[in-house]
């Protein structure tokens, strides 16, 4: 039988080739998509998030953990739309307008997926209409704002009032993050959450979004 924290391990591990091997064989075996998510690359990553915030693992190991996730995830998620399986939520990020800053935001990206959240990406210097056209779908529950920039900082109060504007505020929750940002601008602005690192923002995502 399959021994799921095995790819656990090889995703905290960062091996990507061991994780795709791992994961295919587990499925070879029967193991449902969900089962492998959630008690292999899942339970793998949030280990990944405690060992970051506890300053054991740096943003390389992430990253490369992540990369490791994503080898696992390339095999089960066709499998997994099969099953109808649904993920925890569905997340909008996206670095605000007039800032190109990636790296934290992917690093976001890639723990929300790892804590089993479907991701839209819309990438840097995201307008305020943007976010308000992907939100006005209706598919989504949370948005996730990154500035990295102190000058950028107000497009995140700006993509807030564009949804109150549009109507679509009160549908959706929203958490800010990123190294100039604060709680107390959180508050200021009216967002929902703050996050200070992707570890935490994946308990936010959970904690404004309850499963
Ligand atoms: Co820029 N840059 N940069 N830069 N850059 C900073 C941010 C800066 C602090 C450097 C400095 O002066 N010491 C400074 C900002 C000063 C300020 O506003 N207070 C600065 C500046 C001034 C600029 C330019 C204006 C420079 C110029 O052109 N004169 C320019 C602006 C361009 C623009 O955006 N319009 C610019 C450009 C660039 C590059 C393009 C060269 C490059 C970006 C490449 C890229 O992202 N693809 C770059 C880089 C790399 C940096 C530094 C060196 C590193 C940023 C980074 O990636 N950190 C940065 C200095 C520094 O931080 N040491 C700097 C690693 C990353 C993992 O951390 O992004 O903080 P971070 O993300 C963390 C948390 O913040 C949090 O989680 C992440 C992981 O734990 N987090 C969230 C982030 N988003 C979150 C969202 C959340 C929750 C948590 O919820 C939604």
Redesign the pocket.
């Known amino acids: 039988m399959a021994d799921l924290q095995k790819i656990a391990d090889a995703v905290i591990a960062g091996n990507r080739e061991e994780v795709a091997q791992l994961t295919q064989a587990a499925v070879g075996e029967g193991v449902g998509p969900s089962d492998v998510i959630n008690q292999g690359l899942i339970a793998g990553m949030a280990v990944v998030g405690v060992k970051?915030k506890a300053n054991e693992f740096y943003?390389p190991e992430?990253l490369i953990a992540a990369r490791a996730m994503h080898a696992g995830m390339d095999i089960v998620k066709p499998l997994l739309a099969e099953t109808g399986a649904k993920p925890r939520g569905i997340v909008v990020?996206g670095?605000v307008k007039?800032?190109?800053?990636?790296?934290?935001?992917n690093?976001?990206s890639m723990m929300l997926e790892g804590g089993g959240w479907e991701v839209i990406d819309l990438d840097?210097?995201v307008a305020p209409e943007k976010f308000v056209e992907v939100i006005s779908q209706g598919k989504a529950q949370l948005v996730?704002?990154?500035?990295?920039?102190?000058?950028?900082m107000p497009s995140m109060k700006d993509t807030i009032d564009a949804m109150s504007a549009a109507g679509v505020r009160d549908s959706i929750k929203v958490?800010?993050?990123?190294?100039?940002?604060t709680q107390e601008y959180a508050d200021e602005i009216g967002a929902d959450g703050?996050?200070?690192?992707?570890?935490?923002?994946v308990d936010?995502a959970n904690e404004l979004i309850p499963a």
């Not at 007039?98 to 935001?105: A, F, M, S, V, Y």
């Not at 996730?144 to 950028?152: D, E, P, V």
């Not at 958490?175 to 940002?181: E, L, Q």
Request: glycine share 10%; proline share 5%; aromatic share 8%.
């Open positions: 970051f943003v992430v990020i670095t007039g800032d190109l800053h990636d790296i934290g935001k690093l976001v840097v210097d996730a704002l990154s500035a990295l920039l102190t000058t950028t958490f800010i993050g990123g190294a100039p940002v703050y996050a200070p690192d992707a570890a935490s923002a936010k």
